[in-house]
């Protein structure tokens, strides 16, 4: 593949990678994920760094127990819920907050001086203790009003909504200071708290790892206390601290939160609402709601995310890097949510695996164009186990000569030096093409390689590049094959009425040295080595014994002296003094003698 092509393609699956990821937080494709991530962040502070609440938040419930003993509908309340101010009143509480809506009408014709107790409290705390009071919307978004002399009595300012407001899977993760109904805009219940506590309120996060997880006193047991007179355990439970009212009942005012926060049922997540105005309060006060990181540094991340598109050796180096670097942000994003911000990594792990995976996918396509191109430019040049060998980069041109064993395979057409003087070139020319094809095939389906064609002449090997358990046998079985193929060929040629040919072979089985030989512009893989010597004279030796193949007694033992190869003897070879040959296939005009 042309470089600058490489180079530009290279380029544009990055900006693809960058588009891609820009998108996907735009469209926040990514944002369930990342309140997951959230989740367990927050689940994991809570169990290797627990955080001390920097103020007292108690819980008084509504529960079973005091429905039970109060027979009464919640709306006919009044004497409880006074007894109940009164009792925080004594106990000098910072701070009360009602997750409980009180009544929009007067019940004073059920008993005289029914409101009045009430009112009285409410009235009584004014000054001592801050008072917040629970006021709600209908399902239109309209103010449900309070029995007006209650909120005279308490304040205006002392009302807030306990409305919260559930993200897209329904858990509650932020707080706000009001809440917008879509008719009017209401202050919310921990915002009206922490006016009156004197707290700064933001809209944020909510900072579920701090504190403990919360218990409950029971709503009847306060009221015993303070029937009782027992101002000791009045003291010790509420004094100087913020003290909210809220149901906590199996199916009502329940909400789905990311971590347990109740102490009674430590492994639900489908709490009591009240306890998402005490973790709100919790929060405020240790180092106020959790703010998101500027805009442009999730940006600025996203973009380094996409960096990972450029890792050298992405199958190699891509995955580490990946994993460090998602690591390495998590644990970041994690010690920031302890100082109060939160940055989200979803984005940048999502963009950093697309970079990764897709600059792998990017590398193979490319790889592979560039295999199909070397297949089809040199495929013809060289065996197809040298081929693979040299796009698996295993053979280079640098590549050192090295030892290996091999059997060498050499064939030569008979008489083809007088048929050539008779017969016009471009015939010679067909026929040889159509002869080296089958020949070739037939050594290619034993993994042999094809060194070169020389002339009429053939020179092959087997063992290398690729190692073979017996290279004299898969040697023999192909040139049995060639055989084969030659009498379907020569079946043709007599059909066309071309004169048929013979071929001699020979094999012989040795070390050898095998690599690139030449110069540098110009070499090719081949082996060199006395081998290669004594199989091109065995071969020769083919036409006056009269086999068509012929093997030495190194090959005929590696294939354990097989039935049909013939013991020729020992026969001179030039340059040499005489060696053993076998003899397989005896040549037609051998049979006819």
């Known amino acids: 593949m042309n470089k600058k092509y490489r180079i530009k393609k290279i380029w544009v699956g990055f900006l693809g990678v960058l588009v891609l990821s820009f998108t996907m937080i735009i469209t926040d494709l990514t944002g369930l994920t990342d309140y997951r991530v959230l989740d367990n962040q927050f689940r994991l502070l809570r169990n290797i760094t627990p955080t001390q609440a920097n103020i007292d938040v108690v819980v008084v419930g509504i529960d079973e127990t005091s429905l039970d003993r109060y027979k009464e509908p919640l709306t006919l309340w009044h004497p409880y819920f006074a007894r109940f101010f009164n009792a925080m009143e004594a106990a000098n509480a910072r701070a009360v907050g009602v997750d409980m809506v009180l009544p929009d009408k007067s019940y004073e014709f059920l008993t005289p001086g029914y409101d009045l107790k009430l009112l009285q409290a409410i009235r009584s705390m004014r000054g001592k203790v801050s008072l917040v009071l629970a006021q709600t919307v209908d399902n239109t978004g309209s103010i449900r009003p309070l029995f007006a002399p209650i909120v005279s009595f308490a304040g205006r300012d002392s009302i807030g909504v306990p409305l919260v407001k559930p993200e897209t899977d329904g858990l509650v993760r932020r707080m706000y200071s009001s809440v917008d109904t879509g008719k009017v805009k209401l202050p919310t219940l921990a915002g009206r708290l922490a006016e009156q506590l004197g707290m700064p309120f933001q809209h944020g996060w909510i900072d579920y790892a701090v504190g403990k997880p919360l218990d409950y006193l029971s709503l009847s047991k306060v009221l015993d206390w303070y029937e009782q007179g027992d101002t000791d355990h009045l003291n010790q439970a509420f004094s100087g601290k913020v003290v909210l009212l809220g149901a906590i009942l199996p199916f009502d005012d329940r909400h789905r939160l990311p971590v347990s926060l109740a102490a009674w049922e430590p492994d639900n997540l489908n709490l009591p609402g009240v306890l998402i105005h005490a973790q709100s309060l919790r929060t405020l006060a240790h180092h106020g709601a959790i703010q998101q990181v500027a805009t442009p540094l999730i940006w600025l991340l996203i973009l380094i995310a996409t960096l990972h598109w450029w890792v050298r050796k992405p199958l190699k180096w891509g995955g580490l890097a990946f994993i460090t670097s998602s690591a390495l942000l998590f644990g970041i994003s994690t010690y920031l949510l302890m100082s109060g911000w939160y940055l989200p990594v979803t984005g940048f792990v999502f963009t950093a695996l697309l970079a990764w995976m897709a600059r792998l996918a990017a590398d193979g396509v490319m790889t592979a164009i560039e295999k199909k191109r070397l297949n089809q430019s040199f495929g013809g040049y060289v065996s197809p186990n040298v081929m693979s060998e040299i796009i698996a980069g295993n053979i280079h041109p640098n590549m050192q000569g090295e030892r290996t064993h091999v059997c060498v395979l050499f064939s030569d057409i008979r008489n083809f030096t007088s048929r050539s003087e008779h017969e016009p070139p471009e015939n010679i020319i067909h026929l040889l093409n159509e002869y080296f094809d089958e020949m070739t095939e037939a050594i290619h389906c034993f993994g042999g390689t094809v060194d070169k064609f020389i002339g009429d002449g053939l020179m ?28 379907e060929l020569n079946t ?100 006819t003698e």
């Open 492 to 591: 043709r040629f007599v059909e066309d009425g071309i004169e048929p040919i013979q071929i001699g072979i020979g094999l012989h089985v040795g070390e050898v040295v095998v690599g690139h030989v030449g110069s540098k512009s110009r070499h090719e893989y081949t082996i060199i080595g006395d081998t290669v010597n004594t199989t091109a004279r065995l071969e020769s030796l083919t036409k006056g014994l009269g086999y068509q193949i012929l093997v030495s007694a190194s090959v005929a033992e590696e294939l354990g002296y097989p039935e049909g190869l013939v013991d020729l003897g020992k026969h001179g070879v030039k340059g040499r003094s005489s060696v053993p040959v076998y003899g397989s296939h005896p040549s037609i005009s051998n049979k």
């Open 460 to 487: 092959a090997f087997f063992g290398a590049p690729n190692s073979a358990i017996s290279p004299a046998k898969d040697a023999f079985q192909s040139a049995e094959l060639m055989l084969e193929r030659l009498e």
